[in-house]
Structure formats: structure tokens, C-alpha cells
């Protein structure tokens, strides 16, 4: 069996996970020893199964985008109420991003589901995930005044968006500092539930 590197280029990897016609995929992916059946999953389903180490990218490739105010919206609109979390929406949010931070989620993402289609699911604790990025906010509430405020705006005018917008880049800072499986798993969920689901 041929063994996949973990760098598949980011466009193989949407072509065949975004693929209208999915047998010819099928069969590409089974020559390289994945499990073609994985490609049927959503998006969260296929990060749920990736390695911590793969998940910690995709963390690390968020972070380091929204440190860039602009390219920060493209990222927070996947943790809106409603987002499309799916493939096709991180693919959609990649496309918003500047080239260095393209490549560098594009990456993250490619590594993700070639390790999820290589893997059973992972072990995974909503519950305890949820209290990591509360503990994780309540760093996050005593570094920045605003952030609760932000956390709790629950409108959908641009006002709210933008305040969601600066708390979360506030929680991801803090979850910086967190070891690497604790930031796969509240990745995991926020990917999961998106930040309005944090403050319930």
C-alpha cells in the first residue's frame, strides 16, 4: 500500500472532498489506502476524526489570520450562527483570505482531511471541550474589558458581527496559551457549535 504524504496539495484534496461525481474520487483515494467513505461526512465530522496534530494546525492557521483585522471577518463568519461549516464554507472562507494566510489555512485543512480519511474517530469530550474555552474566556474576559460584552452580542447587525468578531479573536489568543489536545478539542467544538453557543 502506497502511504499519502500529509502535504497533499489543498487543491486535490477540495477536487475530490467537493467533487459533484464522487466514484472517480472514490476510486483515486482507495489507490492511496483512505477510506473513501469519509468524503460523505460534513465538515465537522471529517475534523472530528483528524489527529490532534492536525486540528492544532488548522488552530494555528486561524490564529494567525485573524491577526490581520481584514482577513479576521472572513475567519469570524465561520463561527457565526447559521455558518456554513462544511467544506465548501472553509473552502469559501480561503478564497477571502491574503496569500500567505491562504496557503497556510489551505494547508492546515489539506493536512485535516487526509489525516481524517487515514483515521477512526477521535476521542472527544464536548462537555469538557466547552469548559476548556470557558476557562479559556475567562482569561480572555480579565485581559480585555470588552470581551463579555462582544461574546453576548447576539444581533446580526454589522455593530454585533464586528464586536462577536473582536471577542473571538480575544478567545483564540487565550486558547493560544493552552496545550495542543486542549486546543484540538475546543477547535473541535467551536468548529462544531460556533462562538454564540460559548455564552449558553
Not at 502511504?3 to 489507490?31: G, Y
Not at 469519509?38 to 491577526?67: C, E, N, Y
Not at 489525516?115 to 474517530?121: E, F, R
Not at 470581551?147 to 480575544?170: I, K, M, N, P, V
Request: net charge negative.
Amino acid at each position: 500500500m502506497q502511504r499519502i504524504s500529509t502535504r497533499l496539495p489543498f487543491v486535490l484534496c477540495f477536487a475530490l472532498a467537493l467533487s459533484p461525481s464522487i466514484a472517480p474520487a472514490q476510486d483515486a483515494l482507495a489507490d492511496w489506502g483512505i477510506d473513501p467513505a469519509v468524503l460523505g461526512a460534513g465538515g465537522s465530522d471529517l475534523l472530528r476524526r483528524a489527529p490532534d496534530s492536525a486540528i492544532d494546525g488548522v488552530f494555528q492557521a486561524v490564529h494567525a489570520a485573524s491577526q490581520d483585522e481584514g482577513e479576521s471577518r472572513a475567519l469570524c463568519g465561520l463561527f457565526e450562527p447559521g455558518a456554513d461549516r462544511s467544506l465548501q464554507g472553509l473552502n469559501a472562507v480561503a478564497t477571502r483570505l491574503g496569500p500567505a494566510s491562504r496557503e497556510r489555512f489551505a494547508d492546515a485543512i489539506a493536512q485535516a482531511l487526509v489525516g481524517a480519511m487515514q483515521s477512526p474517530p477521535q476521542p472527544y469530550d464536548a462537555a469538557a471541550a466547552k469548559q476548556s474555552l470557558k476557562a479559556a474566556g475567562a482569561t480572555a474576559a480579565i485581559l480585555h474589558d470588552g470581551f463579555t460584552r462582544g461574546l453576548d452580542a447576539s444581533g446580526s447587525d454589522a455593530a454585533s458581527r464586528d464586536a462577536r468578531c473582536q471577542s473571538l479573536r480575544w478567545l483564540l489568543d487565550a486558547m493560544q496559551s493552552r496545550p495542543p489536545s486542549e486546543r484540538a478539542a475546543m477547535t473541535r467544538w467551536l468548529l462544531d457549535q460556533g462562538l454564540l453557543q460559548l455564552s449558553s
